[in-house]
């Protein structure tokens, strides 16, 4: 339960409402019938007993608790909708009143909670997976009190073990590292303390970042990047054929209201009022959060404030965010291998130009599309327009469905289909952008490489990563991004420039035959 920017009217904060409450990485864990499944959720239930026992808990009653919290974490993940259900914003928004919501779920005070939370029962709240609640409430009838203390102590010790002292963290590092992601060492602890500051006080942090990091003129060369981008992407909304008139005028209308943010907020988040001390490490943490969840309920009924951003200055991402049609660039991604302010457009256009590209495309993916220039969601499409995006979009998620990972493992193009087409867009709309720049100011080979091979190189380079067979899987079954080997040979197999760079020939692996070609953006 927070805030979100209500997807019917952007311009207003409202209360959201949707499913949580698993402790495994995904509902899917809880109902998979292969043998490594299995273990996994045997694993998790001696992990469940252990963290019980270093609350105090006694064997036995650690592992019956430990079985309670695995019944009603099974019973809630029954009721949640898959991840590839949760993609489409139109079937997951659902404006109701606190009367509403107290109807769906009757066992339940919302009165006593929003009390509890200082908060007046809100005018308007999005139930996001209203079966959910209804499976919540009928939980609520058949499960004893006491098995719901135990849930509830076990949602405060899983939330905060990293932050206890060292019995807890190893054990939460065992399960939550070593067993679903493979890591073999725990991190530094300053590096762990660092990313707890960066998720909590992270404006803080971001403005000694960028004052060491992101020089003016590193950002100026960005918006020019930007710009360019932006052009190339007119071009190709343009050039498609599939897309009729209407259709067209308002994708551009939207293109034409995209906001761009880069490098650090404008204005900064004030935590005057966040009051740490040297008593408790953890202390510190659930001070930190009540005071972002009260900053946060707080906006609740107020008109959005589109100044605010959702990622830390210093974090090596970047997003798009369909309720502001906005792209945002924080000051952690804008340093190499993504981008170098000394290196040549090749490889800037390549590494950078590609994410700036995959950005802008999200305002065009399965799930983006959806929302119209002013961030509403609102069906602005002409059926027949849809029909053929939709042709189109089936086309990667077949490609992507039939890439295995590992031991028979297939990744989910459903799940993946709007960062692949993402991909796919980015990388072409870079490559438009950087031919204009090639062609104001041609270079020649550098190292051996052509200028075109540069930039390929580049965009393989930026999606370099060693990843553990354990993550690997995890990510598979839980993440809408394909692992990185096929976030750079998936959409580069469907680039006849590509081909030409490196006369890949027919038939190849990393040629698709033109049958097979997709092509969206």
Known sequence: FSNEADPGDSSLEIAGAGQSGLGLPDRDYYFRDDDHSKQIRAQYVAHLAKMFGLAGEAPDVAQAHAAAVMRI??????????????????ANYHKQTADDLWKLTPQFDWQKYFQALGLPPPSAIDVGQPEFFSAFNALINS????????????????????YLSTPFVNEDFEFNGRILTGAQQLRERWQRVLMTIDRNAGEALGQLYVKEYFPPEA?????????????????RIQAVTWMDDPTRAAALQKLDALNVKVGYPDKWIDYSKLALDRASYAGNVLKAREFDARRDLAKIGQPVDRTEWGMTPPTVNAYYDPSFNEIVFPAGILQPPFFDPAADDAVNYGAIGATIGHEMTHGYDDEGRH?????????WWTPESAKRFQERAAAIVKQFDAYTVLDGLHLNGEVTQGENIADLGGLKISWIAFQKALAAKPTGPIGGFTPAQRFFISYAASWRMNQRPEDLRKQVLTNEHAPDKFRVNGPLSNLPEFWAAFDVPAGAPMRRAPADLVNIW
């Open 143 to 162: 499960t004893p009190l006491d098995d719901w203390k135990a849930y509830l102590r076990w949602q405060l010790l899983d939330s905060m073990a990293p």
């Open 219 to 235: 950002k100026a060369r960005i918006l020019e990047l930007v710009a360019n981008l932006r052009t190339a992407l007119r071009e």
């Open 73 to 90: 974490e099974t019973a809630l993940a029954q009721g949640s909708r898959t991840h590839a259900d949760l993609r489409d914003p139109l």
């Open 371 to 379: 929302f119209d220039a002013h961030g509403n969601l609102k069906e």
